[in-house]
């Protein structure tokens, strides 16, 4: 495979420079590598620690004026043998991406969908925004990486209103769990669906994890969701299975749907300069299979559009929805969007009020908005936010 050292300076594969002259990319912006900032994010209350933190890391952390707890990181700083990190006090997260969550405009006591939800960075900062109220779910195909996240939530104390399920967000369709406060299980329940949740441990008794293998093989064949992970205040604890696995119809929906919902859907990454440069070590021949498989753009767009309209219809009549990608193609941004609008009518994309002060310029469409690794500082991220009419 040819490997071409492009005006990007970087050996970027023939086959990804034509994918970036296809979306009318210029290449010049992976040259931006080095200079695009790192960022962390202060879990919130730890500020009085600032000092602290500096010290141990041994250089001066620049807040970020136009988003809140976030600091610049110093390229030579490595964060991850900080005792601030392993006590979960700081955390790696691209501005951009706080933006994303900002832009979800978190109040407390929200019920928030978290629909593409590994590895989870957007997952904490939403939890820790929600400050111990409300609930979140998160929600992810991969499993592996939804494990991650389990183990990303438990480092960072962030679990507790938390409950993690592998499902596909296409088709995904549980509701918050208020949603089902009249509706108990009733006694003609079979044994397996009236068990009843305690509290979530990360080992099982050997019966139990037999039961549950059983159980899962049932649940996978009729499509059901694989609950990973529920914490103390997630609302599953207390309840029976029947009462957490139940669909509710679209009129319930429309009232007791999530407050919010994020979808920050699978793209082609190429907006993520720190991701495409990270191809330096993984071997540039890598890139294709990994970012441009064929079978996986072909029907990328098509994925995203499924998880808008999904992640749309598990919302409540008024609530938000933020649909992103760290994509900078229009295929999978704005037109995606376009024909979302066209065909929900209950859709009303809407003003990012957060976005005052962001280094971001506005997309294609009116109220959505880009970051640009060139002139924001950022990764790339596309943002647009949407509320649900009365149908
Ligand atoms: C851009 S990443 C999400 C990043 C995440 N929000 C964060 O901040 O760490 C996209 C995720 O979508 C997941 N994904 C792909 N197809 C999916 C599907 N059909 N349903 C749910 N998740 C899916 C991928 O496994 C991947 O973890």
Same mark, same amino acid.
């Given at each position: 495979?040819?490997?071409?050292?492009?005006?990007?300076?970087?050996?970027?594969?023939?086959?990804?420079?034509?994918? *970036?002259?296809?979306?009318?990319?210029?290449?010049?912006?992976?040259?931006?590598?080095?200079?695009?900032?790192?960022?962390?994010?202060?879990?919130?209350?730890?500020?009085?620690?600032?000092?602290?933190?500096?010290?141990?890391?041994? =250089?001066?952390?620049?807040?970020?004026?136009?988003?809140?707890?976030?600091?610049?990181?110093?390229?030579?700083?490595?964060?991850?043998?900080?005792?601030?990190? %392993?006590?979960?006090?700081?955390?790696?997260?691209?501005? &951009? #991406?706080?933006?994303?969550?900002?832009?979800?405009?978190? #109040?407390?006591?929200?019920h928030v969908l978290d629909l593409?939800a590994?590895?989870?960075?957007?997952? =904490?900062?939403?939890? @820790?925004? *929600?400050?111990?109220?409300?609930s979140v779910t998160g929600v992810d195909v991969?499993r592996?990486?939804l494990?991650? #996240?389990r183990?990303?939530?438990?480092?960072?104390? *962030?679990?507790?209103q938390c409950r993690l399920l592998v499902a596909d967000g296409t088709t995904f369709s549980l509701t918050p769990l208020r949603a089902q406060s009249n509706s108990k299980s009733c006694n003609s329940m079979v044994e397996e669906n009236s068990k009843i949740y305690n509290e979530w441990?990360?080992?099982r008794?050997?019966?139990e994890r037999k039961r549950i293998a059983k159980a899962s093989k049932t649940i996978s064949q009729i499509e059901e969701p694989e609950l990973i992970f529920y914490g103390r205040q997630s609302g599953v604890v207390g309840l029976s299975k029947y009462d957490v696995y139940r669909k509710v119809n679209d009129h319930e929906i &429309?009232q007791f749907g999530y407050?919010?919902v994020?979808?920050?859907?699978?793209?082609?990454? @190429?907006?993520?300069?720190?991701?495409?440069?990270?191809?330096?070590?993984?071997?540039?021949?890598?890139?294709?299979?990994?970012?441009?498989?064929?079978?996986? /753009? @072909?029907?990328? /767009?098509?994925?995203?559009?499924?998880?808008?309209?999904n992640g749309?219809r598990l919302?409540k009549?008024?609530?938000?929805?933020?649909?992103?990608?760290?994509?900078? /193609?229009?295929?999978?941004?704005?037109?995606?969007?376009?024909?979302?609008?066209?065909?929900?009518? &209950?859709?009303?994309?809407?003003?990012?009020?957060?976005?005052?002060?962001?280094? =971001?310029? %506005?997309?294609?469409?009116?109220?959505?908005?880009?970051?640009?690794?060139?002139?924001? #500082?950022?990764?790339?991220?596309?943002?647009?936010?949407? /509320?649900?009419?009365?149908?």
């Open positions: 495979m040819e490997v071409v050292a492009g005006a990007s300076e970087l050996p970027l594969p023939e086959s990804f420079l034509e994918f *970036l002259n296809q979306n009318g990319l210029d290449p010049s912006i992976y040259a931006a590598s080095q200079s695009t900032p790192r960022y962390i994010r202060l879990k919130p209350g730890c500020k009085p620690e600032l000092a602290e933190i500096e010290t141990e890391m041994k =250089c001066k952390l620049e807040e970020v004026c136009w988003l809140p707890d976030f600091y610049y990181l110093p390229p030579d700083v490595r964060i991850a043998s900080t005792k601030a990190y %392993q006590e979960g006090k700081i955390y790696g997260i691209d501005a &951009s #991406s706080g933006a994303a969550v900002l832009a979800l405009d978190i #109040s407390p006591g929200d593409c590994a590895p989870g960075a957007k997952l =904490c900062m939403i939890l @820790d925004l *929600l400050g111990g109220s409300g991969a592996h990486r494990a991650a #996240s183990t990303m939530l438990q480092k960072y104390a *962030l679990g507790d441990t990360p080992r008794p050997w019966k &429309s407050d919010k994020l979808v920050d859907a699978e793209c082609t990454h @190429d907006g993520s300069i720190k991701h495409i440069q990270k191809f330096e070590q993984w071997g540039w021949t890598t890139l294709p299979r990994r970012v441009l498989d064929a079978e996986r /753009t @072909d029907d990328l /767009t098509v994925l995203q559009l499924k998880l808008l309209i749309f919302l009549v008024g609530g938000s929805l933020v649909y992103s990608t760290c994509s900078l /193609t229009v295929a999978q941004n704005e037109d995606v969007v376009e024909r979302f609008l066209l065909e929900h009518t &209950s859709a009303k994309l809407l003003e990012i009020d957060a976005a005052k002060n962001w280094p =971001c310029r %506005q997309a294609r469409i009116p109220k959505a908005l880009r970051f640009d690794p060139l002139t924001s #500082s950022t990764s790339g991220l596309f943002v647009a936010k949407f /509320t649900k009419l009365n149908a």
